[in-house]
């Protein structure tokens, strides 16, 4: 018995390598969307560790300033009101 020998016409395989290639497409589109999406999602997060390192520079610097000498000598004055040896304070009178 002889089997049968089922051909598919020019025009269905025609139709199948469309549907293929257009899905192939559909993919690739779709994946360059998803790459250009996190490009800018890194993009931005770039710029945000610059400012909190930029950020974090300052407040190292305000750290270190307020642990100088002359810093602590200045708190003591203008808060507590300390004075030097030998120093004079004047202390204003108010007229209301």
């Known amino acids: 018995m002889a089997r049968k020998v089922y051909k598919l016409k020019l025009r269905t395989k025609l139709l199948l390598v ?11 589109i779709q994946q360059e969307v998803e ?6 999602r890194m993009d931005d997060l770039r ?5 909190v390192q930029h950020y974090n ?4 610097r305000q750290i270190q300033h307020t642990q100088s000498d002359e810093y602590i000598e200045q708190a003591a004055r203008d808060r507590l009101g ?3 040896e030998g120093e004079t ?3 204003e009178k ?3």
Do not use: C, H, P, R
């Open 89 to 91: 304070i004047f202390i």
């Open 18 to 28: 469309i549907l293929f290639i257009g899905y192939f497409l559909s993919i690739v």
């Open 47 to 51: 710029e945000e560790i610059s400012q």
């Open 35 to 40: 790459m250009l999406s996190q490009q800018a």
């Open 57 to 60: 520079e300052t407040l190292i």
């Open 82 to 84: 300390w004075v030097k």
């Open 94 to 96: 108010n007229n209301n």
